[in-house]
């Protein structure tokens, strides 16, 4: 069974920094992208950043310049370096993951996403 476990979330100041880990077990396919969502309250689900197992990423417009997802393959282990942060990245962001290289060619549909975590809470105070 695949699992995602999301750490890292916190509440920090605007123009702080957090970085978000999220832990993948249970499967064994190697070609598999994944990605970071987010939801606050009253909104929908947008994508955040996303990652082929080629390392081909994708950013919302939002984050690009401040936020950096990286992979490490050996620790099946994805991450989410969130930099200059804003209120406005208030929310709870999820994990998720798909089994081929889905990011370069399609985006950050999170309709593509099977396997999700149950996500960790990033609060940024003005």
């Known amino acids: 069974q695949v699992q995602l476990v999301e750490s890292g979330g916190g509440s920090v100041q605007a123009g702080g920094s957090l970085r978000l880990s999220c832990v993948a077990s249970?499967?064994?396919?190697?070609?598999?992208?994944m990605a970071w969502f987010r939801q606050a309250p009253g909104k929908e689900r947008e994508g955040v950043a996303g990652?082929?197992?080629?390392?081909?990423?994708r950013y919302a417009d939002s984050v690009k310049g401040r936020f950096t997802i990286s992979r490490d393959h050996a620790k099946d282990t994805l991450y989410l370096q969130m930099d200059s942060l804003e209120p406005e990245d208030t929310a709870m962001y999820y994990c998720?993951?798909?089994?081929?290289?889905?990011?370069?060619?399609?985006?950050?549909?999170?309709?593509?996403?099977?396997?999700w975590g149950s996500g960790t809470q990033v609060n940024v105070s003005s």
């Open positions: 998720a993951l798909a089994f081929g290289d889905l990011i370069a060619p399609y985006g950050l549909n999170p309709g593509l996403f099977a396997l």
């Open positions: 990652i082929d197992s080629d390392g081909s990423t």
């Open positions: 249970g499967y064994t396919y190697k070609t598999t992208c």
